[in-house]
């Protein structure tokens, strides 16, 4: 659940929107996705999301935003964007990754690759037609080029 609020800034005020903070993982023993609060059990190698045991490296966050249908994006989450000018239609997938040096999502085209103009955003959702297909866990036949 989103919050709003309005902060005093310089005689200003400013709208602030803070997004919902949660995780998703797949689960160790039913391959089933949960979604929630992000803990370590009794050893630092066991991840629990919403109370059940998942993959580590199955975990990613929630980036706040919803594609154009709707689906919430989470990093690890593998995105069709397009775009179209005079030559015609073109459309890319790309996977959802936290950029730390910038600290925000972005859409990476291969791994470690990180396009310093693909900020998740809004706006960008809006203006590159954003679909979320799949996720880099259970559709590799979606993923990009390595």
Same mark, same amino acid.
Not at 50 to 73: A, M, R, W
Not at 110 to 123: C, L, S, V
Not at 133 to 141: A, F, P, S, T, W
């Given at each position: 659940? $989103? ?5 005093? #800034? ?42 059940? &045991? ?17 689906? $919430?994006?989470? &990093? ?6 397009? #775009?179209?000018?005079? #030559? ?28 310093? #103009? ?12 954003? &679909? ?5 866990? &259970?559709?590799? $036949? ?5």
């Amino acid at each position: 659940m $989103e919050t709003s609020k309005l902060i005093p #800034y310089y005689g200003h005020f400013l709208f602030y929107t803070m997004r919902q903070i949660k995780f998703r993982g797949l689960g160790n023993f039913d391959s089933h996705w949960y979604e929630g609060d992000l803990s370590c059990g009794n050893k630092p190698e066991i991840i629990k999301v919403d109370g059940f &045991e998942v993959y580590p490296e199955s975990v990613g966050q929630f980036t706040g935003l919803h594609d154009k249908n709707g689906t $919430e994006i989470f &990093e690890g989450d593998i995105c069709r964007h397009g #775009y179209e000018n005079k #030559y015609g239609k073109f459309y890319s997938n790309n996977v959802v990754v936290w950029v730390q040096k910038q600290c925000c999502f972005a859409l990476s085209k291969r791994q470690g690759k990180i396009n310093p #103009y693909a900020k998740i955003t809004e706006h960008t959702i809006k203006q590159k037609n954003i &679909e979320v297909l799949g996720n880099i866990h &259970e559709n590799k $036949e979606l993923s990009i080029t390595k």
